[in-house]
């Protein structure tokens, strides 16, 4: 085990503890030893598909020695948590009447299954799922009606969202093509599973993009750290995003490499435990309005190179350290020691695309096949709503609805066609 190994389990146990079984070989016993310790009767949430069958036996498995009963059988979410399989997955948990869930997936099967188990709970006061997005309105109703979410215990599959450890549920209503987002503690999973050995069962382009997506989480938490959290957040992204690089690098070279595997999975990890320090911000929330065109770690990788020039004075610090990373990692040639403000945040940029582009990734909205200049539209007027003020205000250079046409039109403005110099700075 490598030294940035080493640190990012340490972090992780000191994040979790023993509630949170980690690495390659926990599938064999965790999800049954974790379960027991939850309830007696169970649904089982899982992938109905040809690839998890080999995993499906074994968790089920685990259940049976563990003396769980699975009273019941339901097919996970498909990407990107749709309303309808939260409501699905909600009619199976009311007919079935589990102590509680296991989940097994990737991100999106996870969050379906917390933002079914909040409606499970809470739908006979608050009836639709729409009542919970937003932060802290679970818990809201919880503490008015002395009510508690179904437990569940969450089996990861992919490296990506970090949704089996943290307060977080994206959930996508394909009609308007809009995600929208739960954060509250109380939909944290009790219990977690992740076996990083299970990840090169996935395809490669959905493990490049779970990279991705931990990178934003690590980058965007850092680069908005408050000043008290700012050494603790410096320690877990540093230590995540230099993990998720040489991970992803190594893995577009050689899918089959375990090495990189456990890499991505403690770096992803990494972004888990970031986004429940602190919060991201800019590139989350503008990918939650390009769900149509572009997968979420995708999105938020093209979108982070055009906010980091807007942040980047506000930023230098942060950016020191990140540019850093990209370069050891030979993403970015010359040294940035000397740089500051924006010009700073250009050459940080430029780190970033070059990563995307050797994944094979756009860098510019312009090349994303099915794009249109209303997913610009689309983009400032999520930016304006309520549910989804948290991201603007977790900015390091914090926005509110009234200067989202001023300043984060131009951002998206220069992501389109990938000119920095559209960027305005506040």
């Known amino acids: 085990m490598s030294e940035l190994e080493a640190k990012a389990t340490q972090l992780l146990k000191e994040f979790k503890g023993n509630a949170y079984a980690f690495g390659n070989g926990v599938l064999d016993s965790a999800p049954g030893e974790f379960s027991a310790q939850v309830g007696k009767k169970a649904l089982f949430v899982a992938p109905v598909r040809k690839w998890f069958d080999p995993y499906r036996e074994q968790i089920l498995a685990s259940l049976a020695d563990s003396g769980v009963d699975v009273i019941g059988t339901a097919g996970s979410a498909a990407p990107n948590a749709p309303f309808v399989d939260v409501y699905?997955?909600?009619?199976?948990?009311m007919h079935r009447k589990p102590d509680f869930i296991v989940a097994a997936g990737g991100g999106s099967a996870i969050d379906a299954v917390k933002g079914a188990a909040v409606l499970a709970s809470l739908g006979e006061i608050e009836p639709e799922i729409d009542s919970f997005?937003?932060?802290?309105e679970v818990s809201r109703v919880c503490s008015r009606t002395n009510k508690h979410i179904l437990p569940v215990v969450a089996i990861m599959m992919a490296a990506s969202s970090g949704a089996h450890l943290t307060k977080y549920s994206n959930i996508t209503d394909l009609l308007a093509g809009q995600k929208k987002l739960i954060v509250d503690e109380a939909i944290v999973p009790p219990r977690a599973v992740f076996d990083y050995r299970v990840t090169a069962s996935q395809p490669d382009a959905l493990t490049l993009d779970g990279g991705l997506d931990g990178i934003a989480h690590c980058l965007e938490v850092f680069f908005g750290a408050s000043e008290e959290a700012f050494d603790k957040?410096?320690?877990i992204a540093q230590t995540g995003?230099?993990?998720?690089?040489?991970?992803?690098t190594r893995v577009k070279r050689e899918p089959s490499d375990i090495t990189a595997r456990t890499l991505l999975g403690l770096g992803t990890d990494m972004g888990a435990y970031a986004i429940m320090v602190g919060g991201t911000s800019g590139a989350h929330l503008s990918s939650f309005s390009l769900v149509d065109v572009l997968s979420h770690g995708r999105?938020?990788?093209?979108?982070?190179p055009y906010y980091t020039v807007f942040f980047a004075p506000a930023i230098e610090e942060q950016?020191?350290?990140?540019?850093n990373i990209y370069r050891k990692h030979g993403y970015l040639g010359a040294p940035i020691d000397k740089l500051t403000g924006r010009d700073l945040g250009v050459a940080v940029a430029e780190g970033m695309l070059n990563l995307s582009t050797f994944l094979g990734f756009p860098v510019t909205l312009n090349q994303v096949p099915g794009i249109s200049r209303?997913?610009?539209?689309?983009?400032?007027?999520?930016?304006?709503?309520?549910?989804?003020?948290?991201?603007l205000r977790n900015m390091p250079v914090p926005l509110h609805a009234g200067l989202v046409d001023d300043y984060?039109?131009?951002?998206?403005?220069a992501a389109w066609d990938g000119d920095f110099s559209r960027i305005k700075s506040l």
């Open 88 to 93: 699905r997955i909600h009619s199976h948990i």
């Open 133 to 136: 997005f937003g932060v802290g």
């Open 233 to 235: 957040t410096r320690e």
């Open 241 to 248: 995003i230099d993990l998720i690089i040489d991970g992803l």
């Open 299 to 304: 999105a938020c990788a093209l979108m982070n």
């Open 319 to 323: 950016l020191r350290v990140v540019g």
């Open 374 to 391: 209303k997913h610009i539209e689309r983009c400032l007027n999520a930016a304006k709503n309520p549910q989804l003020d948290m991201k």
């Open 408 to 413: 984060m039109a131009p951002i998206l403005e």
